[in-house]
């Protein structure tokens, strides 16, 4: 995941937060399985199929 | 929980690990108490193109209604408290009540707006129907939950097999007959 703020100056997004690696998921059965909620400005929860935390 | 901080330009991370069912229960027969975070799958209401903010300040401060399933007994909504990072179920819909539709609760079934989420059955709709005499499946269909009143509706969707009926459910009224080795 990569963390973006939009710029009005430059007009485009610039990068504020490095790419960060997430839980990969292995199995094709699941993959539609995660969680992904948009929490604005306090960011994302996110949660792979079958992991017990967010 | 994940936020980049745009201020250090670095992640910040917590972890919820537990969900506050407050006192409600999932499905009227099941009658789960709490959450199974490991099989829980959240949804979340998208932008409503009908009608789409054009405050930008908005997007950063909404957080767009949150909705969970974690069996075929019922669909939650969630709410979410971001100073304390604690989840609860505010809502629950009862779909034991249903059983004869059949669900199998699953993102790929499942889709809501903020006012109403829509779920699919692998039966046809039939208000009048009882589990026990369902029959034949002429094909799939969609339920709809409508927030505002509490209300379903449903819509058949068209099936793919040509025949009268798509299959037979297997009944379990049938003498079971032993097996010949």
Avoid at chain 1, 7 to 34: G, P, W
Avoid at chain 2, 120 to 125: D, F
Wanted: hydrophobic share 35%; net charge negative; proline share 4%.
């Amino acid at each position: 995941m990569v963390g973006y703020e939009w710029s009005d100056i430059q007009n485009k997004f610039e990068v504020k937060c490095a790419a960060r690696d997430m839980s990969a998921e292995t199995s094709q059965n699941v993959y539609h399985l995660y969680s992904m909620i948009n929490l604005g400005d306090d960011g994302v929860l996110f949660k792979r199929n079958g992991d017990s935390t967010f | 929980m994940l936020k980049c901080d745009t201020t250090t330009e670095s992640w910040v991370t917590s972890t919820l690990t537990t969900i506050d069912m407050d006192g409600l229960t999932c499905g009227s027969v099941a009658s789960v108490t709490s959450i199974d975070i490991s099989a829980l799958t959240l949804l979340q209401v998208r932008f409503d193109p009908d009608n789409y903010s054009t405050d930008t300040s908005s997007f950063s401060t909404t957080i767009d209604n949150i909705w969970g399933m974690m069996n075929d007994n019922c669909i939650m909504k969630m709410s979410y408290d971001v100073a304390a990072d604690t989840m609860k179920v505010t809502e629950v819909v009862d779909l034991d009540a249903r059983d004869y539709r059949l669900y199998s609760v699953s993102p790929e079934h499942f889709d809501v707006t903020n006012r109403h989420f829509a779920i699919v059955s692998p039966v046809q709709c039939d208000p009048d129907v009882d589990h026990k005499d369902l029959e034949y499946v002429t094909s799939p269909s969609v339920d709809f939950y409508q927030f505002s009143d509490q209300t379903w509706s449903c819509r058949d969707l068209p099936a793919t097999e040509k025949g009268a009926q798509a299959w037979t459910i297997p009944r379990e009224t049938a003498p079971v007959t032993a097996p010949v080795y």
